[in-house]
């Protein structure tokens, strides 16, 4: 069975860092590019990053340009996003995916497995 357990979300100021995990399971990790994926109160889901297989290329949305640091270790079944300079704007749930359908480099039109998300708050 394919499992994503999505941690480390908290409450944190403007400003302030996080960093997120995915730790994986029931499929074979280092074969499967990963992405992160948020959705705001009231919002779409919106594609932040994406990383390949093999952790040599990786993309960003724009917002988060500059700001966020996807990652990978292959031998932990684990993804990573660092967040940095955290914005209010942030605030929302970060679900980590893979098995992309339908993709152009790393942003994907769905994705066949997700975690159940964790909550994500930049508030002062």
């Known amino acids: 069975e394919v499992q994503l357990v999505e941690s480390g979300g908290d409450l944190v100021q403007p400003g302030g860092s996080l960093r997120l995990s995915c730790l994986t399971s029931?499929?074979?990790?280092?074969?499967?590019?990963i992405y992160w994926i948020r959705q705001a109160p009231g919002k779409g889901r919106e594609w932040v990053s994406g990383?390949?297989?093999?952790?040599?290329?990786?993309d960003y949305a724009e917002s988060v340009k500059g700001r966020f640091t996807i990652s990978r270790d292959n031998t932990k079944n684990t993804a990573y996003l660092q967040m940095n300079s955290l914005k209010t704007e942030d605030t929302a749930v970060y679900y980590c995916a893979t098995w992309g359908d339908n993709c152009s480099g790393l942003k994907c039109k769905g994705y066949d497995y997700w975690g159940q998300g964790t909550q994500v708050s930049v508030s002062s």
């Open positions: 990383i390949k297989f093999d952790g040599a290329m990786a």
């Open positions: 029931g499929f074979t990790f280092s074969s499967y590019d």
